[in-house]
T-cell receptor, first 110, second 112 residues
Framework: AQRVTQPEKLLSVFKGAPVELKCNYS??????LFWYVQYSRQRLQLLLR??SRESIKGFTADLNKGETSFHLKKPFAQEEDSAMYYC????????????FGQGTRLTINP | EPEVTQTPSHQVTQMGQEVILRCVPI?????FYWYRQILGQKVEFLVS????????KSEIFDDQFSVERPDGSNFTLKIRSTKLEDSAMYFC??????????FGPGTRLTVT
């Protein structure tokens, strides 16, 4: 069965500090991993996907198949990073359903 | 930039009533989805739809639920006889040839 675990419901860091949001997954096949972000009163929007290997808004995430993890990192947090972050998994291929983690609410303190 | 839209933003209904939640996917997308999020819980997949057929559905998507693409632009989710436990945020999403899903702002359904 596919499962995504985000162990932290809440994470609070100071502006300028490094941020790491943890995500672990369980899947026997070859998954695609995503990070979605939801800013206050806005829709879910894609932040990163592992196959693109991009850095978006200073965030990066590396798929570690050995540890079945896809942690989201940013070296220097900014106040505008405060949001709800969801890790999600799908099977490889077109139009596959997303399986979400419970989400982590990140708060950046000034 | 094109966006997925959903109406209404908030729907209040009485238990046992039928509700229809509406979505307008991004115009050149071919794959459509519904998800829901009960307050305090995970976002859960309900159903995916392609070429006027359901591609996949979850255990949640029982006979009380149905989806339809009644015209070239709308994608609807119908709940025939709502229950208290159907109260949730319902998200529509669409995708094109890639696997990147674009989400609507959601409809908050409150069943009383």
């Amino acid at each position: 069965a596919q499962r995504v675990t985000q162990p932290e419901k809440l994470l609070s860091v100071f502006k300028g500090a490094p941020v790491e949001l943890k995500c672990n997954y369980s899947y026997s096949g070859s998954p695609e991993l995503f990070w979605y972000v939801q800013y206050s009163r806005q829709r879910l929007q894609l932040l990163l996907r592992h196959i693109s290997r991009e850095s978006i808004k200073g965030f990066t995430a590396d798929l570690n198949k050995g540890e079945t993890s896809f942690h989201l990192k940013k070296p220097f947090a900014q106040e505008e990073d405060s949001a709800m972050y969801y890790c999600a998994l799908s099977e490889s291929g077109r139009a596959q359903k997303l399986v979400f983690g419970q989400g982590t609410r990140l708060t950046i303190n000034p | 930039e094109p966006e997925v839209t959903q109406t209404p933003s908030h729907q209040v209904t009485q238990m046992g009533q039928e509700v229809i939640l509406r979505c307008v996917p991004i115009s050149n997308h071919l794959y459509f989805y519904w998800y829901r999020q009960i307050l305090g819980q995970k976002v859960e997949f309900l159903v995916s739809f392609y070429n006027n057929e359901i591609s996949e559905k979850s255990e949640i998507f029982d006979d009380q639920f149905s989806v339809e693409r009644p015209d070239g632009s709308n994608f609807t989710l119908k709940i025939r006889s709502t229950k208290l436990e159907d109260s949730a945020m319902y998200f529509c999403a669409s995708s094109g040839e890639g696997n990147e899903q674009y989400f609507g702002p959601g409809t908050r359904l409150t069943v009383t």
